[in-house]
């Protein structure tokens, strides 16, 4: 190799190494570390989730109870004997939100509670949906309309519908007799699926013009490719 490309490729190393070098250092120069705790205003020192919603708040989910934060103050929201809501109390597990806003929080016992974020309390899901006291919900789906579904092991889905004027909430069951919840789905056509271990079901839709689909079949993945939904089944079948 002549001297002048070896010189050349020297110096573009030389200039390489220290910019791996130099880059590190600039960014971890620009990560700033705070630490908050109940004496700043968080509700709990243990924290099981954190949300970052729509309008720029995070929250924080404690064992404690809910925070807001704006990134400056923290507002915690009342739970457990500091509310006459049935069965609201402070362990929250997960955080989210749904397609109007407000924010769903699961506590440790499986329940879920809706913040209503134009009144900013708590819903009383007990007179939303009569049997709520009996109710186990698990892996909750959040639609782009706004509706709420989740899985209730033994008997089917949970559907809460919130009135887009009012937000005032309501809530369904659809049973499925016999089989087991593996996943919900919302596919790109809004279409609600429930995959499980015996066939795929549709919960809601604005096109289809049946109820279930693939029958016999265990449904454990899904996918999609355009507006073609793709299933998956434990015996390794496709399913479009």
């Known amino acids: 190799m002549p001297k002048s490309m070896t010189m050349k490729l020297g110096h573009k190393l030389t200039i ?18 705070e630490h908050y705790a109940k004496k700043d205003g968080l509700a709990g020192t243990v924290v099981s989730d954190i949300l970052h919603d729509s309008r720029g708040y995070m929250w924080i989910g404690t064992w404690e109870g809910l925070s807001r934060f704006d990134g400056k103050e923290f507002v915690n929201y009342s739970e457990g004997d500091a509310t006459s809501i049935p069965y609201l109390h402070n362990r929250v597990m997960r955080v989210y939100e749904d397609g109007l806003g ?38 909750p789906l959040f639609t782009a309309r706004g509706d709420v579904w989740a899985e209730v092991r033994g008997t089917g889905a949970i559907h809460f519908i919130a009135d887009s004027a009012t937000n005032a909430l309501s809530a369904e069951m659809v049973p499925l007799v016999g089989q087991a919840i593996n996943f ?9 699926w429930a995959a499980t271990d015996k066939r795929l079901s549709v919960l809601r839709s604005d096109s289809l013009h049946f109820n279930t689909l693939a029958d016999h079949h265990d449904i454990r993945a899904v996918a999609e490719t355009g507006l073609k939904v793709i299933w998956g089944t434990a015996d390794g079948s496709i399913i479009e």
């Open 184 to 192: 919900l789905h919302e596919d790109s056509r809004g279409t609600v």
């Open 102 to 139: 407000n924010v769903w929080v699961m506590m440790y016992d499986d329940r879920l509670f809706r913040l209503n974020r134009r009144t900013d309390t708590f819903d009383r899901m007990a007179e939303v949906f009569p049997d709520f006291q009996n109710v186990r919900m698990y892996n």
């Open 16 to 33: 390489l190494t220290l910019a791996m070098l130099i880059v590190p250092c600039l960014v971890s120069a620009a990560i700033r570390v």
